[in-house]
């Protein structure tokens, strides 16, 4: 099946660094998006990506959407202690297939921001 | 924006009772309900697809006689866990799409937090 590797698993950061990770799929995906997830919350989506190549910037955060549709990566800079939480990849498969609609995540990266 | 709400958010209950989770679409029509179940510190495992007016399509691994699942109104789902253990314990999270467009984003709810004694 299809699987997501997501790294870092963890990081520990100082306030105001920038922080990078990143996701790889054996499978391509037409979509991808990153999710942040505070802890007791479902996710809340960041960023969605749509085309091979896309480079979307929010704010802080700026993801690019790989030009295999295979990978992606994620930034934050100048990081904020409210920046904490687990940041979740995740693939959406192309319509008409077997895996239209849904979601696969990667593992997740889970940041603590010390102030 | 699309808010998605699940209730109830927290639920403990003895072993072998059964739990109903509602989740509910409040300013959108979902046509299709995802459920996912998460432990702590790991990813989001999709249980089952729901779609509005039709069986739900379950992952492979989950057993659909334990986890029932029901979509019957576009701003309503239901996951109930039958005869629970202390195994089914976990956070459950659903969420809503409508997915008329191919490329409309899955918004998620809280999450309910179940507890089997």
């Known amino acids: 099946g299809q699987q997501l590797n997501q790294s870092p698993q963890s990081m520990f950061i100082q306030e105001g660094e920038d922080v990078s990770m990143n996701c790889t799929s054996s499978?391509?995906?037409?979509?991808w998006l990153w999710y942040k997830q505070d802890p007791g919350e479902g996710p809340v989506l960041l960023i969605a990506?749509?085309?091979?190549?896309e480079l979307t910037s929010n704010g802080r955060l700026t993801a690019q959407f790989g030009i295999t549709r295979k990978d992606s990566f994620l930034n934050i800079s100048a990081s904020i202690p409210s920046d904490v939480g687990i940041y979740f990849c995740?693939?959406?498969?192309?319509?008409?297939?077997?895996?239209?609609?849904?979601?696969?995540f990667g593992q997740g990266t889970i940041l603590t921001v010390h102030p | 924006g699309a808010v998605v709400s699940q209730h109830p958010s927290r639920v403990i209950c003895k072993s072998g009772t059964s739990v109903k989770i509602e989740c509910r679409s409040l300013?959108?029509?979902?046509?299709?309900m995802f459920w996912y179940r998460q432990f702590p510190k790991k990813s989001l495992m999709l249980m089952a697809t729901?779609?509005?007016?039709?069986?739900?399509?379950?992952e492979q691994g989950v057993e659909k006689d334990k986890f029932l699942i029901n979509h019957a109104s576009l701003t309503l789902s239901t996951l109930t866990v039958t005869s629970a253990h202390p195994e089914d314990s976990s956070f459950y999270i659903c969420?809503?799409?409508?997915?008329?467009?191919?490329?409309?984003?899955?918004?998620f709810g809280p999450g309910t937090r179940l507890t089997v004694l």
């Open positions: 969420s809503a799409s409508n997915l008329v467009d191919p490329l409309d984003t899955q918004y």
């Open positions: 499978s391509i995906f037409n979509t």
């Open positions: 990506l749509y085309k091979a190549g």
């Open positions: 995740a693939g959406q498969g192309d319509a008409g297939g077997t895996s239209y609609g849904k979601l696969t």
């Open positions: 300013d959108f029509q979902a046509t299709t």
């Open positions: 729901s779609n509005e007016g039709s069986k739900a399509t379950y």
